[in-house]
């Protein structure tokens, strides 16, 4: 596949500055095939895979010919969502940052026209818009396109997917005829194919096969897992493999909300997006998965698309996707820069065949793995915890305690014994046998860790060997079955797979005692508190410590900083059927 540098693309310094500026050091294939002919005026159809530069194949063309001194709208760029047009908005105004004059601006539902309207107002040359606004824009007549010199269709068979058609066919009616359009589709559907026909005029027809280099580096496997044990063998892979960033796919709205609360609740740092979430919050959480203020990003097709991430470490398929080209589309968000990425695909029942059809269908390099069993995720963590001791050690990153040593030492322990008896509590073991079924008011352990049994907590921050789940059932008899989707994995390959219990012993330092009126009645376990505080509040489901589920009320240990705000948010809430009227507990119970 050939590529340029870009000084042999024709192209104006203040472009060649700006790529520069940007670190591309050549032209993408499809940049260089694509810039040369768009630059002469000509139509052209791009295709090539996710991923391949295409923004800045139609941006730059557009931006060299749209002319600084008319300040109207002369280059409409149409992509399917409102992540997308800010991303390629994002990209056009960096490849444009030499260029004096020339100004563009995203437009798109859900913010508001008024602030829209001022921008267009302004006089820009480039609008890049999903089409519904665009056409609402039309309409109300803030935006004027009788001096459009060109219309660049992003993603058009996205757009069509998502009912954009008839829009799309509007607004291609009501510019200009003399405009050029540039067409970008990963793929040729009949309907694309109409489209072109009848708005393209002798468009260049410019396709770039993905080749192996060209595509993804994708290391790609499946596991044939029981529907109701997907998310134990989810977070025994995440464990396993220590991943810290990625996607986790699910087919509908409310597995993405059953799985984020669920993964919340054994202390994985989450966030979701799907259709029914405001646009608002999907820009807020898409922005902090950008920045990795969270590990896993759990989601549907349709809210995943656009949203431009690399370097994902892994995209889990929770469920198998729709078709091979969705499955080509998920994927692709891992492996970017080189790099080796990972994709897991869970496969249940009869879905085998479909996955076997897709294999054959798209020739996908895809190979059979097996769920890590409860020795090996431990082992994983024994080895990562094992290598902190060793780095602390080596880097002399600790304090001396040599008084509390000496004490012990004079009192005839062995120093390999003093040694075994700190990991222990550090992995989140009870202090002394007993202490587990210790009434209330027996002493708390010693603060020397960070809380023992502390669910993983906001991304990079907990340390890598606590992760244990947080329980799934109450700590004492009576108590709820752990919900069918929890996964408490007695299936095959998922056995022996005890519960960690939590039981408040006594308060830990810097925690807050909450009274939640739920309890046992209500067949709430600890798993359906945490969820909800962390689902609610969106704070890490670290904030959470012991947990006491008691017949008509639960006591709930938080971070102190975070209590008040937790109390405010969860104040009026549902939660199996009660409306919850949380309060901070006194000492020894409620209120
Ligand atoms: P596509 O639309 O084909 O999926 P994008 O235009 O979104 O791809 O580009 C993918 C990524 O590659 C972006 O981060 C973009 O900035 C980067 N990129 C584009 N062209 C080049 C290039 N010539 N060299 C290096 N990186 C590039
Ligand atoms: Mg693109």
Redo the contacts with the bound molecule.
Sequence with gaps: ME?KP?DQLGLSPDILKA?EK???????P??TAVIPVALTGKDVIGM??????????F?IPAIERADPKTRAVQVLILCPTRELAV??AE?TG?LAFFKRGIAGVPIYGGQSYERQFRALHQGVQIVIGTPGRVMDHMERGTLKLDALKIIIL??ADRMLDMGFREDIEKILTSVPETRQMLF?SATMPRAIQDLIGRYAKDPAWIKIESVAQNRPQVEQTYFEVDRRSKIEALTRLIDVNDFRYGIIFCSTKIMVDELDEHLHARGYATDRLHGDISQSQRDRVMAKFRERKFEFLVATDVAARGL?V?DLEVVFNFDLPNDAEDYTHRI?RTG?AGRTGQAFTFVSGQEIYKLQSMVRWARLDIRRGRIPSLDEVEEARTNVFFEKIRATLEEKRFRPHDHMIDRLLDQGYASTDICSALIHLLQGGAPGLSAATAPAAAPAPAPVAPPPAAPRAGAKAAPAWVKPRLAAKAHDDGAAPAADVAGSASEEGLAGDEPVVRTRTGREPGKATLFFNVGRKELVTPADLVGKIAGVTRLPAGVVGAIDIHQRHALVDVDEHEADFILKKLAGIRLKGVTLAPARATDGGPR
């Design positions: 590529k870009f790529v940007m670190g591309f050091e050549e032209a993408s499809i940049q090539s895979s996710t991923g391949s530069g295409k923004t800045a194949a941006a991303q390629v990209e960096k992003d993603e970008f431009d690399d692709g970017r």
